[in-house]
């Protein structure tokens, strides 16, 4: 269900991610605050007793407040690696095709494979990183497979060549595969799903918190801008979330320009 909700969430733009995040945090905080209060706390006769949650409530608040800063400094720093990891896998496939075209003749066979792998890089395999279960390209699998056995090939020619060539053809394409694990790394939730419902029954706490007493006009404006303040701040989450879906995505382009030697 939360791979489902999360998809969908990748056709939305970015504004309305947040904006139905505020509206329906904000709206289920008054919601669940009155329903808490009629159901419940209308039934507590000692005004003295419903006072001293108030600590609690905080308390509670303080705590969500404080998870969802701790989850939204690790996405924008796997944001950020992700963004590292692409610009130096990019360097490396330059590298590789720098190196290749210097062989003449004898590089042109895996220099169309190294095209033929890039492509299947931004056409296949980056939508297949935004959804979940996110997974790797079985075609660039076999252009990979392919371009590691003609390097093979190639290595003796190339160390005839020039003496650091044939090392040179091996490091850039392992430094290539390592990018595609990144990429991969950078896809995949770090942040367990346990948590976000952990989360949800902290929010559903303090929402049911808000509602000791009678929510009068005034009352229930502020617990809608407390609980919309911190759907916005989930919202972000969600949009960060995978560096490779959304409007807020790192898109393939580098990928693409490095064979065109514009990275």
């Not at 020619?157 to 390592?178: C, F, H, P, V």
């Not at 009352?219 to 989930?234: D, E, N, T």
Request: hydrophobic content about 50%.
């Amino acid at each position: 269900m939360i791979d489902g909700l999360y998809n969908l969430s990748l056709r939305l733009p970015d504004l309305l991610i947040l904006l139905l995040c505020a509206l329906s945090f904000g709206g289920l905080g008054v919601l669940v605050a009155r329903l808490s209060h009629r159901l419940w706390w209308s039934r507590v006769r000692e005004e003295g007793e419903r006072d001293a949650g108030e600590g609690v409530h905080n308390s509670i608040l303080a705590l969500i407040a404080f998870l969802l800063a701790l989850i939204t400094t690790s996405e924008l720093a796997a944001f950020a690696n992700a963004d590292r990891n692409i610009t130096q896998e990019s360097l490396a496939i330059r590298r590789l095709d720098r190196d290749l075209a210097s062989l003449g003749e004898d590089g042109r066979a895996a220099q169309a494979l190294l095209a033929s792998y890039v492509k299947s890089v931004a056409v296949d395999e980056w939508p297949r990183l935004s959804r979940r279960p996110q997974s790797l390209s079985p075609v660039a699998d076999q252009y990979m497979t392919r371009l590691w056995d003609e390097v093979r090939r190639l290595q003796p020619r190339a160390a005839a060549t020039n003496s650091s060539l044939g090392s040179d053809l091996n490091d850039s394409l392992r430094k290539i595969e390592d990018g595609r694990i990144n990429r991969l790394a950078a896809s995949v939730n770090g942040i367990p799903d346990v948590v976000w419902l952990m989360i949800g029954l902290f929010f559903f706490s303090a929402c049911v918190l808000a509602g000791r007493h009678r929510l009068s006009r005034y009352a229930m404006q502020v617990v809608f801008i407390q609980m919309s303040a911190l759907g916005v701040i989930l919202a972000l989450d969600i949009i960060i979330d995978n560096p490779f879906g959304g409007d807020t995505s790192l898109g393939p382009e580098r990928i693409i320009a490095a064979l065109d030697g514009k990275v």
